[in-house]
């Protein structure tokens, strides 16, 4: 079955004080990794998606990397308004849904 | 970037009500929509998925005669959560996805709409 881990479960930064998010992933034939961030009583808004090793996508102070088994979100000088859950989320081969991890909840103090 | 849409966003309701909630995609036509439930503190956990014209299909252990899923349209898919009791109040989140065109599109998620059973 495939499984997505994320951790830490949460984090808690100062505010310019960088850390990073490991999602890992036990998938065959990965088709996709998603992340995502959620803010409290709303819907998870799409961030990145990458396809294979190697890629990285940039979005202001997110970085988002991925290799064979795992990926990281990189959150560099954040800011209190990167506070959120962030999501990690794999499309297996062959099947549109999504398989989500449990989420990083990151609070960021100013 | 994609916008989908869900409605009502909040509803309290006695128990033994049915309650609808839209989900409708604004500028692009979804082929497939995802209908989640999610608890307080946990992730997103997958009840069904809807193709336009076609007939839902429920992952394991969701009743699919209580959680009622029509797509009638390219834009609009529904859930109708039948004769709910206090056990059906929770978070439900539909998102929208065209996986046919650019391969393995995103999903792209509505706001939710917060369920409250009396």
């Known amino acids: 079955e495939d499984q997505v881990t994320q951790s830490p479960e949460a984090l808690r930064l100062q505010e310019g004080e960088s850390s990073s998010l490991n999602c890992s992933y036990t998938v065959s034939g990965l088709r996709g990794l998603f992340w995502y961030r959620q803010d409290p009583g709303k819907g998870p808004e799409f961030l990145f998606t990458?396809?294979?090793a190697g890629e990285e996508k940039e979005k202001e102070r997110l970085k988002a990397t991925l290799t064979k088994k795992e990926s990281f979100l990189h959150i560099t000088a954040p800011k209190p308004e990167d506070s959120a859950t962030y999501l990690c989320a794999v499309h297996p081969p062959n099947d549109y849904k999504l398989s989500f991890g449990a989420g990083t909840t990151v609070t960021v103090r100013a | 970037g994609a916008v989908v849409s869900q409605h009502p966003s909040w509803v309290i309701c006695k128990s033994g009500t049915s309650v609808k909630i839209e989900c409708r995609s604004l500028d692009f036509q979804a082929t497939t929509m995802f209908w989640y439930r999610q608890f307080p503190k946990q992730s997103l956990m997958l009840m069904a998925t809807?193709?336009?014209?076609?007939?839902?299909?429920?992952e394991q252990g969701v009743e699919k005669d209580k959680f009622l899923i029509n797509h009638a349209s390219l834009t609009l898919s529904t859930l109708t959560v039948t004769s709910a009791h206090p056990e059906d109040s929770s978070f439900y989140i539909c998102?929208?996805?065209?996986?046919?065109?650019?391969?393995?599109?995103?999903?792209?998620f509505g706001d939710g709409t917060r369920l409250s059973i009396l």
């Open positions: 998102s929208a996805s065209n996986p046919g065109t650019v391969r393995n599109q995103p999903q792209h």
């Open positions: 809807s193709n336009e014209g076609s007939k839902a299909t429920y």
């Open positions: 990458l396809y294979s």
